[in-house]
């Protein structure tokens, strides 16, 4: 029984040295990220720790992609913030309990494959906006409030020893692989840093500037609310809402670290993983979250490639509330903003800079749309539902035009109908054109060897065209229809022949 459980988190051939350092630089790199997005949201800063350690141990455990790092994420403290402020936050934690139920749902009904329905260019464009929007929201860092309770940039030498550090951490994770890797380039960076501030007595920010992370273990804790209908009424659209958005955050993570790494996770499985840490966090004093790219691609350039690595960062973030808050609020806020900048760096998809005036111009546009959509509302699900609507726009006005027809009359004077492209909504007005009944002979004969009925417009278009004919005392038969379309046709049987010919072509949707 221990076999299998031990080969669950370190299979053959893992380096048990890169993960546990690797997981070690993701802890470090959730605390800041956890206590921002918790003032967001407007709840205490253990909330955001406590839901990272949650749902990142969880999925860890569970999820479908190895190494991923889930935790508190901004796109969902967005969502939040005004239900804490209406309603308070024991709504929160039952939100996230709902949340949770609902991605659970998902992933029973095998929903997560819907993520392949997302184009290319919305994932450029996804992968563009988070890369801004998490290299801007370091400039947070570059700002304190002062005495009047107003926030200003700071100045001077303030901002020329951040300015340094942050540029000398950067430097440090760029070139340091260079030389060796033996240690995390990114938890190098934050060590050295660290000393230079603490033994050099720089004055700068640090982690403890923003807010304590002191506290204890998560307590089980039932939500503080009435369970009635009109809670029920309340939390569903934010449940549901958080529940659409960090599933797509995460499935869209998913899909490029299987990129990176060259290997498959389970979407399913990881709808799954999501839902029950989503429950968790809101039984134990969490916000509810998602799998972090920019953490997720820390662990993987760190070495991070099995379950170790994300266990080892969900743990360890609980040692540093628990026993060592005190050293990680020493930690120069500088160093953390210098791995992030990286991070938004090596996120972004520079390759899609290159493929202007090389691809169609609506693949640009959509790119683009979503890049602006992300960056100025930082609503990611909006912003991919959006650009997977125009692409399938796109795709339909392009095949509507596909629909031809190639004409010929046999030996027995039957007029051939030879139909080439898709047959569906946006191309029936265009298969109807083709036909000319008023001169056509007595029988005809459509051919959809080379073509194929998408959808009920395609069935109506048929049983238009074949009803002109039927009025003129002509016959139409059918050749080489799909036998996923015969059904649809049978409501016709009175004036359409079908022809169910021995070749006729049976599609098959492939399923996981």
Known sequence: MIQPFYRLFVPKETNLKDEVLSGLTVSLALVPEAVAFSIIAGVSPLVGLYTAFIIGLITSI??????????????????????????????????????????????????????RLVPHPVIFGFVNGLAIIIFMSQFSQFKFINTSGIEEWISGNNLYIMLGLVVLTMAIIKFLPKLTKAVPSSLAAILLISSIVIFGGLDTKTVGDIASIKGGLPQFHLPSIPFTLETLMIILPYSAIMAGVGLIESLLTLTLIDEITESRGHGNKECIAQGVGNIATGFFGGMGGCAMLGQSLINVNAGGRTRISSSVAAIVLLLFILFFSEYIEMIPMAALVGLMFMVAIGTFEWASLKVFGKVPVPDLIVMVLVTGITVVLHNLALAVLIGVIVSSLVYSWENSKRIRARKMVDENGIKHYEMYGPLFFASATTFSEKFDPINDPSEIIIDFKESRIVDHSGIEAIHKVTERYHKLGKTVYIKHLSSSSRVLLEKADKIINVNYTDDDPSYILVMD
Do not use: D
């Open 62 to 115: 569970m999820g479908g992609r190895p190494g991923m790092i889930s935790g508190a994420t901004g796109a969902i403290a967005v969502i939040v913030v005004a239900l804490v402020i209406n309603h308070g936050v024991e709504y929160l934690f039952a939100a996230a309990i709902l949340m949770g139920l609902i991605q659970i749902l998902i992933g029973v009904l095998k929903l997560g494959k819907l993520i």
